[in-house]
């Protein structure tokens, strides 16, 4: 489209012959500007979170409680059956010492049959008192 036809002028020789048209606000103005601050007063309010987050802290450290109760009953299970399962196991360990000893103590007969004096099973430091290998082993092909 021209300039012409626009402004309904035909055959202008300059532009500062145009009749003016300049932009307006449109008819009754614009919407007003909202500049202040306005906070939206949406969601719950401080004290409803605050009950909420302490209501959440309470569950859980009631779970916490709950689970410690139930991991000291089976604690103290185990320490049960490992207290009434002992005298079985030192039975055993008693038996397998015993019988390592006399195995022990005729190895011991073997070896020191050529030195005169000896007693077989005495105890060479006289403490008086009778203690067990510290190991726990009496293994004489080690020795």
């Known amino acids: ?24 606000p449109p008819p009754g103005g614009f919407a007003p500007v909202r500049y202040a601050r306005r906070i939206p007063n949406k969601g719950p309010s401080a004290i409803a979170i605050f009950l909420g ?26 320490y049960a059956a490992r207290r009434a399962i002992l005298p079985v196991l030192q039975a055993e360990e008693d038996e397998r010492f015993v019988k390592d000893w006399k195995k022990y103590l005729e190895y011991e007969a073997e070896v020191m049959k050529d030195v005169p004096g000896w007693k077989v099973g005495e105890n060479v430091y006289n403490s008086g008192r009778w203690m067990p290998p510290a190991t726990g082993e009496l293994r004489p092909e080690v020795w």
């Open 1 to 24: 489209m021209t300039e012409s036809v626009i402004r309904n002028k035909p055959g202008m020789a300059s532009v500062k012959d145009m009749p003016l048209l300049q932009d307006g």
């Open 53 to 78: 987050a302490f209501g959440a802290f309470s569950y859980g450290m009631y779970q916490v409680g709950q689970g410690n109760k139930i991991r000291r009953a089976l604690k103290e299970e185990k």
